[in-house]
């Protein structure tokens, strides 16, 4: 499980709590100042949370292009070796406009 499936799953688990807390309250099971109390702090995790997963995601999309630069890069690098090892490249001149 990846560190963004973990944050998401710990924003929907503080969720559920608030959904739960909120049931709890309109049930008359806690009085209003216990349903504002836990409620705050539950509203302070909701925003770690979400910032937590929103680092994460700009990170992975960071990580996907990096990736996507060095397959073009290698490719390059593949293309121009192949070109290198062929008869038109052995004089230098060649070799210039190949790479």
């Known amino acids: 499980m990846t560190n963004l499936q973990v944050a998401q ?3 929907a688990k503080t969720e559920r709590k608030l959904s739960n807390l909120t049931d709890l309250y309109q049930d008359d099971l806690c009085t209003k100042q216990q349903y504002i109390e836990r409620k705050k702090r539950l509203d302070i995790q909701l925003e770690k949370d979400s910032e937590k997963i929103s680092v994460l995601t700009q990170e992975l999309n960071q990580a996907e292009k990096l990736e996507d ?3 073009s890069i290698t ?3 593949e293309r121009a070796a192949a ?3 062929t008869k038109y490249a052995a004089k ?3 070799r210039r406009e190949i790479v």
């Open 9 to 11: 799953k710990k924003l």
């Open 69 to 71: 630069h060095m397959q």
């Open 75 to 77: 490719k390059f690098a």
């Open 83 to 85: 070109k290198l090892n």
């Open 92 to 94: 230098i001149e060649n």
